[in-house]
């Protein structure tokens, strides 16, 4: 049978194999809030990072690069605190942001999140409070107590309203090896009362535990110790007791430290609140497990060979979580299934479990449970016995069996009945089950104490049922419902809605629970109590998209009752959505309402709401209803739909007319041939409103035939009517034109031949020629707007309707009266007539058209009489003026004097008329209407180039000009000729001038220009001072002959002359531009001319002394300066007293050296302008010259030169005097500092680096005073060179490049004591001494190693080979690693033990332990155990295990092997008994074996199986025992005949055939004591059968006579413990048998409680209920070895 345990262990995660390092696994490293998360510091190659592991996903631990000396996760959350020395951070890591942070004054030594949002902070002198409300800052809460000073703090601890608070620390006790331990020391904190207690105490926790009759939960505090004096565990109650409350009584108990733990100690707590019970572990990993209430240990066990150093609750199943130094995360918790059974059976303590199982609600204890509870029936204290099956787990005693038995408990006079006792209890533990409730409220009810059961159900006492609701239904069908709801009986509920009238609930009640009743029952039910309710609760059954019910069936319950109306209104809601589905229903819902209300089914079917329902049966049903628009849309068959559309006076037109719009094409024009054959008059008028509307899909061709089929010309022109006016067909404006001649509306038809743009105008044209209308005007409108007047004519003319051509011409279109006159001459009318027409017309008409058409003919002379009056009347339209000039050019009467005179002729017609007849006369004509071209024409068709010219200057037309000048006109020559001898001549206005020349300059004929303006200009005529023709003639001279242009300009005085010249010089005629200057004395223009395109400066000179103008000699002067004539220039400008051109002139004389003169120059500047920039280069120019006493005199006096500048200047051209002067004058002594160093002047130059402070001025005059050797005033300079670190390289290298070692090293060591010494100075003054003093690096270094660059000394000491300062800066560098490669690679220079073996701990690659161990083999071998000891704690003990067997030196480090075996290694344990084997140590093999079992059992096992010596051969057996290979054991014992060791080992094996071998061995070897001695020793295993036969086999009865006696006594024991039992269960059945079937109550008294009840006391304590005191001597009860 599998062993029973008390509690699950369960290993969650290994570190390790999510990628932690051990190392990192550990105290200061590690952090576990709670069982959320686990929070480790790691170092990456040079990369700190902080890695959480989310316990709900291990696989993916998240890895951030912090930095932290500490980082503790939220409890809840993914928040995180970190501690960087004194600074705390928060951020919350999935918001990627910080929450809050506070800079500590004191180091935190330890914090915690005590909740979800305060972390406790505890400093070396007190604790804080950090709340992350807010902006808060953290609060002191108390000052640390004394006895914790100097310990370290693992633990603070709260109770949940954090009233009471809890430090833990520990701190090593040194005594000797029997009294070394670790002392644990509290402080306890009353928040309320601000007092502190100290506590001796190794771990503690707060509790909530409620004693049972207490209201509330009392505090309690929960504290174990391992003091000199053993182990102690103590339960007590803080603070004050609640109101009400009975206090805890105090609890203490042993806490077991086994022998081998010694040395062990409690270092964690934690309280399972499910289950009132805590968990204690200990240094070793022990779990100790303790009820809460009693303090008894429950169970006690290793659970890890590591220490666990850090744990946290185990919300999940209440137990604790912890992390080992292996990485290891484990839980403990307590197994609710076997816990109870555990402890009734293993430590036999039914009182305790009874509390447990009770107090739980755990199984277990149902056996205990009942025969207390027929303990105390059977002896009459049915009080306790109702507490006992009150309180027993799982309900196993609230039975009606036990109602049963209370019953039939007759009640005592003056005292509560033992049932109402029951029943008291159970209501004021909480609720009564189903059996309970019924036959507590049968009574009540009975009584009428209705509202006791209310006040009950409100208090949720009761257990409702369907049974307890029909008994209250009886009474209170509102109460039933009540319990119905709580019992969860949706039939009754429902029934219940329905009779009280909320039917309104009865479905979302329904849907809530999932019960679907019968609905339609329920509806008939409601129906018959009240119709409108039935009517609500039928559409709610259908209000989802799923109804409940069957709507037929619903349909069916309203028709049962003949409810139309109301049904309607049920399937309009139900039926809303119309889906497919609910076919039949639209059409029943319509086929009722057909039936029984036309007028409602009408208006269901006009809103449309249905399309699903049988549309043919409702489209008969409708025409039998006389719906007949209804039928005649649902008709699909075209015999039904004829039948029923000509009655159109049952119709609404408009609908009838929209109705068609659905129809066919085909099925439209039968029912329109339907209608016009049914009723003609009466459906005409509708059907013509058909064909309108739907013309175009029916098309007009169709209708137009159906109408003309049946000689309905009327329904003809209606339709055609209606459409015509938007129709663009031919065929309907002419059957239109038609049908309205026909129906006689001659005016519709003049309207449509006027208006319409669609007809054949021929065809229509035709048609009314043959139909002889009496009224012709149509076809005058015809023929009018389509151009068949011509036609029209010869028609009315020879139809003798002479009338209507008058008609025509002077009503409808006079102005076609050339077209009517020409057809009449055509027809050979009288002119009489026709001169009478025209007259009575009155110019209504063209006359050009007019004319035109009499001009064809040849009869314009017609027209004379009629012209001249339209003359005489005054009319001045061209086109008569026209007609009358061209019959006085035929007819030869004046015509030259009517062309001239006659302003309202068109010239271009007339000319155009007489170009042959007479081309004078077309010339006078073009020039009268200025009709250029066409005269040019003709003059040059004709040579009238002589009129040509003369219009040509007149016209004073510049595009015209160009064009008769163009270069392909053959007549250009010609006509030029004319314009210079005739037409220029004869002119006198100057425009006409101006207009001609500018016409050949624009041609592009200079030589013909110079022609033209010489004939005007020079002949004196009175053109010959006019400006403009002078500048034009030397213009065009300079452009066509430049050998008269000298002419021109001296013969002529009236021109432009500055223009003139500016031509002349772009056309590089530069002496007759300077002839032009000279003679209207432009002089700067003329000398800029002698000067700039002449390029001879002595003329210029010369006409400059000639003038003796400034401005003249200033233009001279820049154009010397340019040529480099600077002394001239200068003397120039002088002259013209002008300094404007100083910048140059500077520039110039600077370049040239020019100084002396520039000096005069600029003193004459200095007069007319006192510029900055002038008297600046005044002050250099004296600096040049060195008049350093002009200079001198010059800065003293008030001026604007530019000082710094010059002075700059002076000191970049070495004239150190001068920028002396300058630099004191300004006091810039960084300058004056470096002049001074040119000047050799040291001190001064230092004095006034001094006053300057600038470093670099420092470093000029330092590395000036280093390259003269001046190193007393260089040192000076150095000084405050030194102090700014950027500067120091610089300076530095300056000194070594030229080999001033000492020198440097005395700057910088006087540098060591300035106030601004920074680490580069430390540093570089330590690199120096390596190179060139290595004796004075040591000391150095270890006076300011702090102060120094450690990486770069480290290099300098490696290149310098200094191994001892190597490793002394590598250790305070921490880089260990090297520290230590470098004192094993040098060991003579740099080896120190104890330096090493600080050292060595501390380094981060693991590899260098075991290359230390092989250093100090080959060095320091008598050492090695003293190394080995310092690396103890992060050796892999098995890799140097392996080490050392393989160079053989296992017995060398047997002192290291027995150090640390307390870490249960396995090589080390191997090695180890190895060793001892071969010392033959077998007392220390056997403490080695029992004391660490982690080695190949088996395999040491069968080597000592064959040792010498029998010692070694009984470890062998014990091994073998070990590992349950009994037989072996027993066999190896038998052979050394270790007697008492076989026996031991066979009873061990609880194995019968191993027992009974061995008593077998013992007879067969005749040794009857040791027979005897197993008989004792394997009593349980032995049958007695086969002892009985053995022994009187070999006649040894009196050995086997003990055995033999106690068997008996046995059996005995048990026949009498059955007959016992079969007695009492006889018993039972007849009292069962003799229960009376009914019995009476008294009155109940339920509402006092059982505190109240007479018998009833208000504590009592029942058995294991009193407090238990005392300790358990020895070993736990719950200890058992695994």
């Given at each position: 049978?599998?062993?029973?345990?008390?509690?699950?262990?369960?290993?969650?995660l290994?570190?390790?194999?999510?990628?932690?390092?051990?190392?990192?696994?550990?105290?200061s490293?590690?952090?576990?809030?709670?069982?959320?998360?686990?929070?480790?510091?790691?170092?990456?190659?040079?990369?700190?990072?902080?890695?959480?592991?989310?316990?709900?996903?291990?696989?993916?631990?998240?890895?951030?690069?912090?930095?932290?000396?500490?980082?503790?996760?939220?409890?809840?959350?993914?928040?995180?605190?970190?501690?960087?020395?004194?600074?705390?951070?928060?951020?919350?890591i999935?918001?990627?942001s910080?929450?809050?942070?506070?800079?500590?004054?004191?180091?935190?030594?330890?914090?915690?999140?005590?909740?979800?949002?305060?972390?406790?902070?505890?400093?070396d002198?007190?604790?804080?409070?950090?709340?992350?409300?807010?902006?808060?800052?953290?609060?002191?809460?108390?000052?640390?107590?004394?006895?914790?000073?100097?310990?370290?703090?693992?633990?603070?601890?709260?109770?949940?309203?954090q009233?009471?608070?809890?430090?833990?620390?520990?701190?090593?006790?040194?005594?000797?090896?029997?009294?070394?331990?670790?002392?644990?020391?509290?402080?306890?904190?009353?928040?309320?009362?601000?007092?502190?207690?100290?506590?001796?105490?190794?771990?503690?926790?707060?509790?909530?535990?409620?004693?049972?009759?207490?209201?509330?939960?009392?505090?309690?505090?929960?504290?174990?110790?391992?003091?000199?004096?053993?182990?102690?565990?103590?339960?007590?109650e803080?603070?004050?007791?609640?109101?009400?409350?009975?206090?805890?009584?105090?609890?203490?108990?042993?806490?077991?430290?086994?022998?081998?733990?010694?040395?062990?100690?409690?270092?964690?707590?934690?309280?399972?609140?499910?289950?009132?019970?805590?968990?204690?572990?200990?240094?070793?990993?022990?779990i100790?497990?303790?009820?809460?209430?009693?303090?008894?240990?429950?169970?006690?066990?290793?659970?890890?060979?590591?220490?666990?150093?850090?744990?946290?609750?185990?919300?999940?199943?209440?137990?604790?979580?912890?992390?080992?130094?292996?990485?290891?995360?484990?839980?403990?918790?307590?197994?609710?299934?076997?816990?109870?059974q555990?402890?009734?059976?293993?430590?036999q303590?039914?009182?305790?479990?009874l509390?447990?199982?009770?107090?739980?609600?755990?199984?277990?204890?149902?056996?205990?449970?009942?025969?207390?509870?027929?303990?105390?029936?059977?002896?009459?204290?049915?009080?306790?016995a109702?507490?006992?099956?009150?309180?027993?787990?799982?309900g196993?005693?609230?039975?009606?069996?036990?109602?049963?038995?209370?019953?039939?408990?007759?009640?005592?006079?003056?005292?509560?009945?033992?049932?109402?006792?029951?029943?008291?209890?159970?209501?004021?533990?909480?609720?009564?089950?189903?059996?309970?409730?019924?036959?507590?409220?049968?009574?009540?009810?009975?009584?009428?104490?209705?509202?006791?059961?209310?006040?009950?159900?409100?208090?949720?006492?009761?257990?409702?049922?369907?049974?307890?609701?029909d008994?209250?239904?009886?009474?209170?069908?509102?109460?039933?419902?009540?319990?119905?709801?709580?019992?969860?009986?949706?039939?009754?509920?429902?029934q219940?809605?329905?009779?009280?009238?909320?039917?309104?609930?009865?479905?979302?009640?329904?849907?809530?629970?999932?019960?679907?009743?019968?609905?339609?029952?329920?509806?008939?039910?409601?129906?018959?109590?009240?119709?409108?309710?039935?009517?609500?609760?039928?559409?709610?059954?259908?209000?989802?998209?799923?109804?409940?019910?069957?709507?037929?069936?619903?349909?069916?319950?309203?028709?049962?009752s003949?409810?139309?109306?109301?049904?309607?209104?049920?399937?309009?809601?139900?039926?809303?959505?119309?889906?497919?589905?609910?076919?039949?229903?639209?059409?029943?819902?319509?086929?009722?309402?057909?039936?029984?209300?036309?007028?409602?089914?009408?208006?269901?079917?006009?809103?449309?709401?249905f399309?699903?329902?049988?549309?043919?049966?409702?489209?008969?049903?409708?025409?039998?209803?006389?719906?007949?628009?209804?039928?005649?849309?649902?008709?699909?068959?075209?015999?039904?739909?004829?039948?029923?559309?000509?009655?159109?006076?049952?119709?609404?037109?408009?609908?009838?007319?929209?109705?068609?719009?659905?129809?066919?094409?085909?099925?439209?024009?039968?029912?329109?041939?339907?209608?016009?054959?049914?009723?003609?008059?009466?459906?005409?008028?509708?059907?013509?409103?058909?064909?309108?509307?739907?013309?175009?899909?029916?098309?007009?061709?169709?209708?137009?035939?159906?109408?003309?089929?049946?000689?309905?010309?009327?329904?003809?022109?209606?339709?055609?009517?209606?459409?015509?006016?938007?129709?663009?067909?031919?065929?309907?404006?002419?059957?239109?034109?038609?049908?309205a001649?026909?129906?006689?509306?001659?005016?519709?038809?003049?309207?449509?031949?006027?208006?319409?743009?669609?007809?054949?105008?021929?065809?229509?044209?035709?048609?009314?020629?043959?139909?002889?209308?009496?009224?012709?005007?149509?076809?005058?409108?015809?023929?009018?707007?389509?151009?068949?007047?011509?036609?029209?004519?010869?028609?009315?003319?020879?139809?003798?309707?002479?009338?209507?051509?008058?008609?025509?011409?002077?009503?409808?279109?006079?102005?076609?009266?050339?077209?009517?006159?020409?057809?009449?001459?055509?027809?050979?009318?009288?002119?009489?007539?026709?001169?009478?027409?025209?007259?009575?017309?009155?110019?209504?008409?063209?006359?050009?058209?007019?004319?035109?058409?009499?001009?064809?003919?040849n009869?314009?002379?017609?027209?004379?009489?009629?012209?001249?009056?339209?003359?005489?009347?005054?009319?001045?339209?061209?086109?008569?003026?026209?007609?009358?000039?061209k019959?006085?050019?035929?007819?030869?009467n004046?015509?030259?004097?009517?062309?001239?005179?006659?302003?309202?002729?068109?010239?271009?017609?007339?000319?155009?008329?007489?170009?042959?007849?007479?081309?004078?006369?077309?010339?006078?004509?073009?020039?009268?209407?200025?009709?250029?071209?066409?005269l040019?024409?003709?003059?040059?068709?004709?040579?009238?180039?002589?009129?040509?010219?003369?219009?040509?200057?007149?016209?004073?037309?510049?595009?015209?000009?160009?064009?008769?000048?163009?270069?392909?006109?053959?007549?250009?020559?010609?006509?030029?000729?004319?314009?210079?001898?005739?037409?220029?001549?004869?002119?006198?206005?100057?425009?006409?001038?101006?207009?001609?020349?500018?016409?050949?300059?624009?041609?592009?004929?200079?030589?013909e220009?110079?022609?033209?303006?010489?004939?005007?200009?020079?002949?004196?005529?009175?053109?010959?001072?006019?400006?403009?023709?002078?500048?034009?003639?030397?213009?065009?001279?300079?452009?066509?002959?430049?050998?008269?242009?000298?002419?021109?300009?001296?013969?002529?005085?009236?021109?432009?002359?500055?223009?003139?010249?500016?031509?002349?010089?772009?056309?590089e005629?530069?002496?007759e531009?300077?002839?032009?200057?000279?003679?209207?004395?432009?002089?700067?223009?003329?000398?800029?001319?002698?000067?700039?395109?002449?390029?001879?400066?002595?003329?210029?000179?010369?006409?400059?002394?000639?003038?003796?103008?400034?401005?003249?000699?200033?233009?001279?002067?820049?154009?010397?300066?340019?040529?480099?004539?600077?002394?001239?220039?200068?003397?120039?400008?002088?002259?013209?007293?002008?300094?404007?051109?100083?910048?140059?002139?500077?520039?110039?004389?600077?370049?040239?050296?020019?100084?002396?003169?520039?000096?005069?120059?600029?003193?004459?500047?200095?007069?007319?302008?006192?510029?900055?920039?002038?008297?600046?280069?005044?002050?250099?120019?004296?600096?040049?010259?060195?008049?350093?006493?002009?200079?001198?005199?010059f800065?003293?006096g008030?001026?604007?030169?530019?000082?710094?500048?010059?002075?700059?200047?002076?000191f970049?051209?070495?004239?150190?005097?001068?920028?002396?002067?300058?630099?004191?004058?300004?006091?810039?002594?960084?300058?004056?500092?470096?002049?001074?160093?040119?000047?050799?002047?040291?001190?001064?130059?230092?004095?006034?680096?001094r006053?300057?402070?600038?470093?670099?001025t420092?470093?000029?005059?330092?590395?000036?005073?280093?390259?003269?050797?001046?190193?007393?005033?260089?040192?000076?300079?150095?000084?405050?060179?030194?102090?700014?670190?950027?500067?120091?390289?610089?300076?530095?290298n300056y000194?070594?490049?030229?080999?001033?070692?000492?020198?440097?090293?005395?700057?910088?060591?006087?540098?060591?004591?300035?106030?601004?010494?920074?680490?580069?100075?430390?540093?570089?003054?330590?690199?120096?001494?390596?190179?060139?003093?290595?004796?004075?690096?040591?000391?150095?270094?270890?006076?300011?190693?702090?102060?120094?660059?450690?990486?770069?000394?480290?290099?300098?000491?490696?290149?310098?080979?200094?191994?001892?300062?190597?490793?002394?800066?590598?250790?305070?560098?921490?880089?260990?690693?090297?520290?230590?490669?470098?004192?094993?690679?040098?060991?003579?220079?740099?080896?120190?033990?104890?330096?090493?073996?600080?050292?060595?701990?501390?380094?981060?690659?693991?590899?260098?332990?075991?290359?230390?161990?092989?250093?100090?083999?080959?060095?320091?071998?008598?050492?090695?155990?003293?190394?080995?000891?310092?690396?103890?704690?992060?050796m892999?003990?098995?890799?140097?295990?392996?080490?050392?067997?393989?160079?053989?030196?296992?017995?060398?480090?047997?002192?290291?092997?027995?150090?640390?075996?307390?870490?249960?290694?396995?090589?080390?344990?191997?090695?180890?008994?190895?060793?001892?084997?071969?010392?033959?140590?077998?007392?220390?093999?056997?403490?080695?074996?029992?004391?660490?079992?982690?080695?190949?059992?088996?395999?040491?096992?069968?080597?000592?199986?064959?040792?010498?010596?029998?010692?070694?051969?009984?470890?062998?057996?014990y091994?073998?025992?070990?590992?349950?290979?009994?037989?072996?054991?027993?066999?190896?014992?038998?052979?050394?005949?270790?007697?008492?060791?076989?026996m031991?080992?066979?009873?061990?094996?609880?194995?019968?055939?191993?027992?009974?071998?061995?008593?077998?061995?013992?007879?067969?070897?005749?040794?009857?004591?040791c027979?005897?001695?197993?008989?004792?020793?394997?009593?349980?295993?032995?049958?007695?059968?086969?002892?009985?036969?053995?022994?009187?086999?070999?006649?040894?009865?009196?050995?086997?006579?003990?055995?033999?006696?106690?068997?008996?006594?046995?059996?005995?024991?048990?026949?009498?413990?059955?007959?016992?039992?079969?007695?009492?269960?006889?018993?039972?059945?007849?009292?069962?048998?003799?229960?009376?079937?009914?019995?009476?109550?008294?009155?109940?008294?339920?509402?006092?409680?059982?505190?109240?009840?007479?018998?009833?006391p208000?504590?009592?304590?029942?058995?294991?209920?009193?407090?238990?005191?005392?300790?358990?001597?020895?070993?736990?009860?719950?200890?058992?070895?695994?």
């Amino acid at each position: 049978m599998a062993q029973i345990l008390p509690i699950q262990f369960q290993e969650h995660l290994q570190l390790q194999n999510v990628g932690i390092n051990a190392a990192n696994i550990g105290f200061s490293t590690l952090t576990m809030e709670s069982d959320k998360f686990i929070c480790i510091r790691e170092k990456v190659g040079e990369t700190a990072q902080v890695v959480i592991i989310d316990l709900s996903d291990t696989t993916n631990p998240i890895r951030r690069p912090i930095s932290a000396d500490s980082a503790i996760m939220n409890p809840a959350s993914k928040v995180i605190a970190l501690k960087a020395g004194k600074t705390l951070q928060i951020f919350n890591i999935e918001m990627k942001s910080k929450v809050k942070a506070h800079n500590m004054t004191e180091e935190v030594q330890f914090w915690k999140w005590i909740s979800v949002n305060t972390v406790a902070l505890v400093t070396d002198t007190a604790c804080y409070h950090w709340s992350m409300e807010g902006d808060s800052q953290p609060q002191k809460v108390f000052e640390r107590h004394s006895s914790l000073a100097g310990c370290q703090i693992i633990h603070y601890r709260t109770d949940v309203k954090q009233q009471w608070l809890l430090l833990i620390g520990i701190s090593a006790q040194v005594g000797d090896a029997q009294t070394n331990r670790v002392v644990g020391a509290m402080q306890l904190y009353s928040v309320e009362r601000k007092v502190s207690q100290p506590i001796e105490g190794h771990a503690a926790a707060f509790a909530q535990f409620t004693i049972p009759g207490n209201a509330s939960p009392s505090t309690l505090f929960c504290f174990a110790v391992r003091g000199a004096q053993g182990g102690k565990l103590h339960v007590i109650e803080v603070g004050q007791p609640a109101q009400g409350n009975q206090p805890f009584p105090k609890k203490a108990a042993d806490v077991f430290f086994p022998p081998e733990a010694q040395n062990d100690f409690p270092v964690a707590m934690q309280v399972g609140q499910k289950y009132d019970v805590i968990y204690l572990i200990t240094k070793y990993g022990y779990i100790h497990l303790y009820d809460i209430e009693t303090a008894t240990c429950i169970y006690m066990n290793r659970i890890s060979g590591d220490t666990i150093f850090v744990t946290a609750p185990h919300d999940a199943s209440s137990g604790i979580i912890g992390v080992n130094r292996k990485g290891q995360v484990l839980s403990v918790s307590v197994e609710e299934d076997s816990i109870v059974q555990y402890i009734t059976t293993t430590l036999q303590n039914p009182d305790l479990a009874l509390r447990i199982a009770s107090r739980n609600n755990l199984p277990g204890a149902e056996e205990l449970f009942v025969r207390k509870f027929n303990t105390l029936f059977q002896g009459g204290q049915y009080s306790e016995a109702a507490k006992v099956a009150a309180g027993a787990p799982k309900g196993i005693l609230r039975t009606p069996q036990t109602i049963q038995r209370f019953q039939q408990v007759p009640a005592q006079q003056g005292q509560t009945s033992p049932l109402l006792q029951y029943f008291g209890i159970l209501l004021d533990q909480g609720q009564l089950n189903k059996y309970e409730s019924l036959e507590l409220c049968r009574p009540v009810l009975q009584q009428g104490r209705k509202q006791l059961l209310e006040k009950w159900l409100k208090e949720d006492k009761l257990e409702c049922s369907e049974e307890l609701g029909d008994l209250v239904k009886v009474v209170d069908p509102t109460l039933a419902l009540s319990v119905y709801l709580r019992a969860n009986v949706p039939s009754k509920v429902i029934q219940c809605f329905a009779e009280t009238g909320q039917t309104q609930k009865i479905v979302l009640y329904a849907k809530k629970v999932g019960y679907t009743p019968d609905y339609i029952f329920l509806l008939r039910s409601i129906m018959r109590i009240n119709p409108d309710q039935g009517t609500q609760f039928a559409q709610m059954l259908v209000k989802d998209d799923e109804p409940l019910a069957d709507i037929n069936q619903i349909v069916d319950v309203f028709m049962e009752s003949n409810m139309v109306q109301q049904c309607t209104a049920f399937l309009l809601e139900a039926l809303s959505k119309n889906r497919p589905q609910e076919g039949p229903l639209q059409t029943r819902l319509l086929e009722m309402n057909l039936m029984y209300a036309p007028q409602v089914a009408d208006a269901i079917l006009g809103n449309q709401m249905f399309t699903h329902y049988d549309r043919a049966h409702i489209a008969q049903l409708c025409e039998k209803a006389g719906l007949l628009q209804r039928a005649l849309e649902h008709y699909t068959d075209l015999y039904d739909i004829k039948r029923a559309v000509v009655h159109t006076h049952l119709l609404n037109p408009e609908w009838l007319v929209n109705y068609f719009g659905s129809l066919s094409v085909e099925d439209s024009l039968e029912c329109i041939k339907a209608m016009l054959q049914s009723n003609i008059r009466q459906n005409l008028q509708v059907c013509v409103q058909i064909a309108t509307k739907y013309h175009e899909q029916l098309t007009t061709q169709a209708l137009i035939e159906i109408f003309e089929s049946f000689k309905s010309f009327e329904g003809l022109f209606y339709f055609l009517g209606s459409i015509v006016n938007f129709s663009q067909d031919a065929e309907v404006h002419f059957k239109y034109i038609q049908a309205a001649c026909k129906t006689g509306q001659i005016k519709e038809v003049e309207r449509i031949c006027r208006e319409s743009n669609c007809y054949n105008p021929e065809r229509v044209k035709n048609f009314l020629k043959e139909a002889k209308l009496t009224d012709q005007l149509p076809l005058i409108i015809v023929c009018d707007r389509f151009d068949y007047v011509h036609d029209l004519v010869l028609y009315l003319y020879r139809n003798n309707l002479q009338k209507y051509i008058e008609i025509y011409v002077q009503k409808v279109n006079p102005s076609r009266l050339p077209v009517v006159v020409g057809g009449l001459l055509d027809v050979d009318c009288g002119e009489d007539a026709i001169k009478q027409l025209i007259l009575v017309i009155r110019g209504q008409f063209s006359t050009d058209e007019l004319v035109a058409e009499v001009e064809k003919r040849n009869r314009l002379k017609l027209l004379l009489p009629w012209l001249e009056m339209r003359i005489h009347e005054g009319s001045v339209e061209p086109a008569t003026h026209n007609a009358l000039a061209k019959i006085y050019i035929d007819s030869n009467n004046n015509p030259e004097r009517f062309l001239r005179e006659n302003q309202y002729y068109d010239s271009k017609v007339v000319g155009k008329y007489c170009e042959k007849r007479d081309p004078h006369l077309a010339c006078v004509a073009y020039e009268r209407g200025h009709c250029d071209y066409e005269l040019i024409n003709v003059c040059n068709e004709n040579s009238l180039f002589k009129s040509e010219a003369r219009y040509l200057v007149r016209r004073r037309d510049a595009e015209l000009w160009a064009h008769v000048l163009q270069e392909d006109n053959e007549y250009r020559s010609q006509l030029i000729d004319q314009v210079v001898q005739t037409a220029l001549s004869e002119t006198q206005d100057p425009e006409d001038i101006s207009v001609t020349v500018k016409a050949f300059m624009t041609a592009d004929l200079p030589n013909e220009l110079i022609e033209l303006l010489e004939k005007i200009v020079l002949d004196n005529s009175m053109f010959s001072d006019h400006r403009n023709l002078q500048n034009l003639l030397i213009l065009t001279a300079i452009k066509a002959d430049r050998t008269r242009v000298m002419e021109y300009i001296n013969r002529l005085d009236n021109y432009d002359a500055p223009d003139i010249a500016n031509i002349a010089i772009s056309s590089e005629l530069y002496e007759e531009a300077f002839a032009i200057f000279r003679k209207f004395e432009v002089n700067t223009s003329a000398i800029q001319v002698l000067i700039d395109h002449i390029n001879n400066l002595d003329r210029a000179y010369e006409f400059a002394e000639k003038c003796n103008e400034p401005a003249v000699w200033s233009q001279l002067a820049r154009a010397q300066l340019s040529n480099g004539m600077v002394k001239e220039a200068i003397d120039s400008y002088i002259k013209a007293d002008d300094p404007s051109q100083y910048m140059e002139v500077v520039n110039v004389a600077s370049k040239s050296n020019n100084w002396e003169d520039l000096v005069k120059y600029l003193q004459m500047a200095r007069k007319k302008a006192r510029e900055t920039f002038i008297e600046t280069e005044l002050v250099f120019a004296y600096a040049m010259t060195n008049r350093l006493a002009d200079l001198e005199e010059f800065i003293s006096g008030p001026n604007h030169a530019a000082i710094t500048q010059v002075a700059d200047r002076c000191f970049d051209n070495k004239m150190y005097e001068a920028a002396k002067l300058l630099y004191n004058n300004v006091s810039n002594f960084a300058r004056l500092a470096i002049t001074l160093v040119h000047l050799g002047e040291y001190q001064g130059a230092v004095d006034s680096a001094r006053k300057a402070n600038s470093t670099k001025t420092w470093k000029e005059v330092c590395f000036a005073c280093v390259d003269n050797e001046e190193f007393r005033l260089a040192q000076m300079c150095g000084l405050h060179i030194v102090v700014h670190a950027d500067e120091l390289e610089e300076l530095i290298n300056y000194y070594q490049d030229r080999g001033y070692f000492e020198e440097l090293i005395s700057l910088l060591e006087a540098a060591l004591g300035l106030e601004r010494a920074h680490m580069g100075i430390f540093t570089e003054l330590a690199i120096l001494y390596s190179k060139y003093k290595p004796g004075k690096m040591r000391e150095h270094l270890e006076l300011f190693w702090s102060r120094v660059n450690i990486p770069k000394v480290l290099r300098a000491a490696d290149q310098a080979h200094l191994w001892a300062e190597l490793v002394f800066l590598y250790d305070k560098y921490e880089e260990f690693d090297n520290a230590i490669i470098t004192m094993m690679n040098h060991p003579t220079d740099a080896w120190k033990e104890s330096h090493f073996k600080d050292v060595v701990t501390k380094v981060a690659n693991i590899e260098l332990y075991y290359k230390a161990l092989q250093f100090y083999l080959d060095y320091k071998p008598l050492l090695l155990n003293d190394l080995l000891l310092v690396l103890t704690p992060r050796m892999d003990h098995t890799r140097a295990v392996t080490f050392f067997r393989k160079v053989g030196q296992i017995p060398l480090v047997k002192p290291y092997l027995r150090a640390v075996q307390n870490n249960n290694n396995k090589a080390i344990n191997e090695a180890l008994n190895n060793l001892l084997i071969e010392e033959e140590d077998y007392q220390g093999l056997r403490a080695s074996i029992d004391a660490f079992d982690n080695f190949d059992n088996i395999a040491l096992a069968q080597r000592l199986e064959k040792h010498e010596l029998i010692e070694f051969r009984r470890i062998g057996a014990y091994l073998y025992k070990g590992n349950n290979r009994w037989k072996q054991s027993v066999d190896l014992c038998k052979k050394d005949r270790l007697f008492k060791d076989a026996m031991l080992y066979a009873s061990e094996s609880r194995n019968i055939d191993i027992a009974e071998e061995l008593i077998a061995w013992f007879l067969e070897d005749k040794n009857y004591e040791c027979f005897a001695a197993s008989l004792f020793q394997c009593y349980d295993l032995l049958r007695p059968d086969v002892i009985l036969e053995l022994s009187w086999r070999h006649n040894i009865m009196d050995f086997a006579m003990p055995y033999m006696i106690q068997v008996m006594r046995e059996y005995t024991s048990k026949v009498d413990k059955l007959e016992q039992s079969d007695a009492v269960r006889s018993e039972e059945e007849q009292k069962a048998t003799d229960k009376p079937l009914v019995f009476s109550e008294p009155q109940l008294m339920l509402t006092a409680g059982p505190s109240s009840m007479p018998g009833i006391p208000g504590q009592m304590y029942g058995p294991g209920m009193y407090p238990v005191t005392g300790s358990y001597p020895g070993a736990m009860p719950g200890y058992m070895p695994m």
